[in-house]
């Protein structure tokens, strides 16, 4: 294994897709321990009341432990509520409880309440002795507050797209929402990453959506693709990333080529940046 560039800033990346199941906890997790393994140190919030990225990382997300649902509430400090996943030592989880599901309503009637998760993250980093190189929020199924914080706490969103019927379906609401966002809460937030997942090359159809999301968006889209594999699937049942589960697997390495890739992307921007600063 290589070492990815790292980020010179903390990039926060929100993986979002208002429909269920089409590979946003998996991706969070997956991309989150590739990029550990890398050398990064990464930290995952787990903003889905499900918790499914918190049991794929190891961490205990039983009801009474602090979660990102009192970090949201304004009841502790996201610091409060950090574990080190068992996954790996340079990568932390915020976990989600099932107390998160009330959120949605009791966010309403609080101050600021879109940006409760962004202040939160902001005061983290700056106190944190570790620097981290990313962190990504995993996001419910919805558009709703808990999505709309991710949205205002991060400068990225990366989409996974299911390789299935009505793949594109939904798409244009989601990127309406992220419009609204900018315009109104997050001026500087993009989607930088769109990942093709539960690819099954043998099917005509996994290739067809391919195209049309490459289409689409040309710049956005990584080349990697993530196939479907039993063993990422399997993976969480057993507390774990499919890194660990079984990091020679086609699953595991087309992980660790996006998040290279996601690596490499930012570095090329970077180097591009600074050039252009220094040339006037
Ligand atoms: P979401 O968070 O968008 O709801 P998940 O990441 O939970 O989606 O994935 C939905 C289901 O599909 C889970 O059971 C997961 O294990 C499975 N899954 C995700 N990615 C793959 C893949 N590449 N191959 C096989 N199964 C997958
Ligand atoms: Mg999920």
Redesign the pocket.
């Known amino acids: 294994n290589t070492v990815s560039p790292l980020p010179s800033e903390t990039r926060i990346i929100t993986v979002s897709?208002q429909?269920?199941?089409?590979?946003?906890?998996?991706?969070t997790v997956n991309l989150s321990a590739a990029l550990a393994r890398r050398g990064a140190n990464v930290l995952v919030i787990d903003l889905?009341p499900q918790g499914?990225a918190s049991t794929a990382l190891g961490v205990n997300h039983r009801p009474e432990v602090t979660s990102v649902y009192d970090v949201l509430l304004g009841d502790a400090e996201l610091s409060d509520a950090l574990q080190i996943s068992s996954d790996h030592e340079n990568l932390a989880c915020i976990p989600s409880t099932i107390h998160l599901a009330g959120a949605e309503i009791e966010l309403v009637s609080l101050v600021a309440r879109e940006q409760r998760l962004r202040t939160a993250v902001d005061t983290f980093l700056k106190e944190s002795d570790r620097k981290y190189h990313y962190v990504f929020i995993?996001c419910p199924?919805s558009l709703g507050l808990l999505t709309v914080n991710a949205f205002v706490a991060a400068q990225e969103v990366l989409i996974?797209i299911q390789c299935e019927y009505y793949a594109l379906e939904g798409l244009s609401q989601l990127l309406g929402n992220i419009q609204l966002i900018q315009k109104h809460l997050n001026p500087t937030l993009r989607v930088s990453t769109i990942l093709l997942?539960?690819f099954d090359a043998r099917t005509n159809l996994a290739h067809e959506v391919a195209r049309e999301v490459r289409d689409h968006f040309p710049g956005e889209v990584l080349r990697a693709v993530?196939?479907?594999?039993?063993r990422?699937?399997e993976a969480?049942s057993y507390g774990q990333t499919v890194h660990e589960y079984d990091g020679g697997s086609i699953?595991a390495i087309a992980y660790l080529e996006a998040a290279a890739e996601i690596a490499e992307r930012w570095a090329k921007l970077e180097s591009l940046e600074s050039a252009e600063a220094h040339s006037g």
């Open positions: 897709n429909k269920g199941g089409v590979g946003k906890t998996t991706t889905d499914n995993d199924p996974p997942t539960m993530i196939p479907r594999s039993v990422i699937s969480p699953g």
